[in-house]
Nanobody
Framework: QVQLVESGGGLVQTGGSLRLSCATS????????MAWYRQAPGKQRELVAT???????NYADVVKGRFTISRDNAKNTVLLQMNSLKPEDTAVYYC?????????WGQGTQVTVSS
């Protein structure tokens, strides 16, 4: 059973930064795609950023230029550096990993941006 454990969420003021981490129980090379999603209260879960096994990245338009997804292969960890945070970034952030036909999710970490 693959486990994804997120950390790094918290409360920050507008314009601040946070770095989220997602530690995997399997080798990070087992996953073809890893990603961060988020879900705000009353809204659907949305894709924030993806990174492939080859290192290619993609971002939602609303976070481009502010967020950076990366991988630490030695630590089997995916990171999300979030800068210039806005109140609309407030959400529970979930780590996602694809392994063939199986999708894995973390338990989520709360990010709250105060105005």
């Amino acid at each position: 059973q693959v486990q994804l454990v997120e950390s790094g969420g918290g409360l920050v003021q507008t314009g601040g930064s946070l770095r989220l981490s997602c530690a995997t129980s399997a080798s990070i090379f087992s996953f073809s795609v890893m990603a961060w999603y988020r879900q705000a209260p009353g809204k659907q879960r949305e894709l924030v950023a993806t990174i492939t096994s080859g290192g290619s990245t993609n971002y939602a338009d609303v976070v481009k230029g502010r967020f950076t997804i990366s991988r630490d292969n030695a630590k089997n960890t995916v990171l999300l550096q979030m800068n210039s945070l806005k109140p609309e970034d407030t959400a529970v952030y979930y780590c996602y990993a694809n392994m063939g036909i199986v999708n894995h999710w973390g338990q989520g970490t709360q990010v709250t941006v105060s105005s």
